[in-house]
């Protein structure tokens, strides 16, 4: 089974617990990049709106073509509730795709929110996910995320 974790992390938290994934999966991997510059506490208030504006962005080109993976987990930190623009142009542009693989979430986020964001993708994508697993930015950053990765993983 072929595997691919796709990504868009801003200030690396989520792309902390994707390296693992793909690692441990020995999955390939691939990083969502936002071309807006989202950096910085200023742009955080727009990022903010523009997640919870249901906005899309644009992104880099991608180097990998879903439709190649049987499993694909789908990682993203929570932005006001939501998920962010980059995540949502990403599905938007795959759904097709996405719709017709065996489909996994996370997402990392300071406090609340994680279901609220996984039920917008699942909605996006017209289909419920395998898997779903949340992670508090401080237990990413603690160390303390491997064990409840690794459960995620036995159920993907
Ligand atoms: C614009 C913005 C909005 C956020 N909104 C939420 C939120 O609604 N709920 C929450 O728990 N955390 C929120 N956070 C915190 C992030 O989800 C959290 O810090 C996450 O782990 C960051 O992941 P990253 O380092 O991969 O970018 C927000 C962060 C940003 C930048």
Redesign the pocket.
């Known amino acids: 089974m072929k595997i691919l974790v796709v990504y868009y992390?801003?200030?690396?938290?989520?792309?902390k617990v994707a390296e693992y994934m793909a690692n441990r999966m020995s999955a390939h991997i691939e990083e969502i990049i936002d071309k807006k510059n989202r950096a910085g506490p200023i742009r955080?208030i727009t990022?903010?709106k523009d997640?919870s504006l249901k906005k899309i962005t644009k992104i880099q080109p991608l180097k990998r073509n879903p439709q190649d993976y049987d499993i694909i987990i789908l990682g993203n930190?929570?932005?006001?509730?939501t998920i962010t623009p980059a995540l949502r142009i990403y599905i938007k542009e795959n759904k097709d795709i996405l719709k017709n693989k065996s489909i996994s979430f996370f997402c990392?986020?300071?406090?609340?929110?994680s279901k609220r964001s996984f039920a917008v993708m699942q909605k996006l994508i017209g289909k419920k996910p395998r898997a779903t697993l949340t992670l508090l930015?401080k237990e990413?950053w603690n160390n303390q995320f491997e064990d409840k990765a690794r459960e995620f993983l036995r159920k993907i």
């Open positions: 992390s801003r200030t690396g938290t989520t792309k955080y990022a903010g997640a930190p929570v932005w006001a509730w990392t986020m300071g406090g609340s929110g930015t990413v």
